[in-house]
Nanobody
Framework: QVQVVESGGGLVQPGGSLRLSCAAS????????MGWYRQAPEKEREFVAR???????DYVDSVKGRFTISRDNAKNTISLQMNSLKPEDTAVYLC?????????WGQGTQVTVSS
């Protein structure tokens, strides 16, 4: 079993920054992928970013150049640095870990961008 726990999030003004963190724990040696999805009210869950064990990254087009995902393999943690935030970034951000073909989700953390 893998547990995934997010931290960070909160309320920020447009143009501001936030940093999300996510830790995976349990009986694991390494995790293939870790990343983030987000879900806004009345919208489908959307892929945001991911990082592989080797450090390769992918982003949804709407966050490229503004968000940066990073990973600490020794600690099985990832971070998402979010800059130049926009109101449309408002959502619940969910961390996931892909391990042995199973996806494990965190409980989510709210990010609200509003003046």
């Amino acid at each position: 079993q893998v547990q995934v726990v997010e931290s960070g999030g909160g309320l920020v003004q447009p143009g501001g920054s936030l940093r999300l963190s996510c830790a995976a724990s349990g009986s694991i040696a390494s995790i293939n992928y870790m990343g983030w999805y987000r879900q806004a009210p009345e919208k489908e869950r959307e892929f945001v970013a991911r990082v592989t064990l080797s450090g390769s990254t992918d982003y949804v087009d709407s966050v490229k150049g503004r968000f940066t995902i990073s990973r600490d393999n020794a600690k099985n943690t990832i971070s998402l640095q979010m800059n130049s935030l926009k109101p449309e970034d408002t959502a619940v951000y969910l961390c996931y870990a892909l391990y042995r073909s199973n996806i494990y989700w965190g409980q989510g953390t709210q990010v609200t961008v509003s003046s």
